[in-house]
């Protein structure tokens, strides 16, 4: 049985991310990762819920939306094949 109606993982693809009725806010955070400058983005949900770069955000079948590890995304895959 699934049990998400839409699903998408967070990345450059701000846009998209930035499309989706729940979405509030993105913030650019730069950061230094083996001395170079790195990018993350993060995303503010209307209720709250903040997505970073590799979590998903997803629609379960009642509409909520809901942020998930990119470990807790893969689980739920599992248990759903």
């Known amino acids: 049985m699934k049990r998400y109606n ?12 930035m ?10 955070l730069m950061f230094c ?5 790195a990018v993350q983005y993060r995303y503010l949900l209307d209720d709250g819920q ?3 770069t590799y979590d998903w955000i997803v629609q379960d079948v009642s509409g909520k939306w809901h942020v998930l590890s990119g470990a ?10």
């Open 6 to 17: 839409y699903a998408i993982q967070v990345g450059d693809n701000v846009t998209d991310i």
């Open 19 to 28: 499309n989706l009725p729940c979405v509030m806010r993105c913030d650019k």
């Open 33 to 37: 990762h083996n001395k170079k400058n």
């Open 50 to 52: 903040e997505a970073v």
């Open 72 to 81: 807790q995304y893969e689980k739920l895959n599992e248990m759903e094949s």
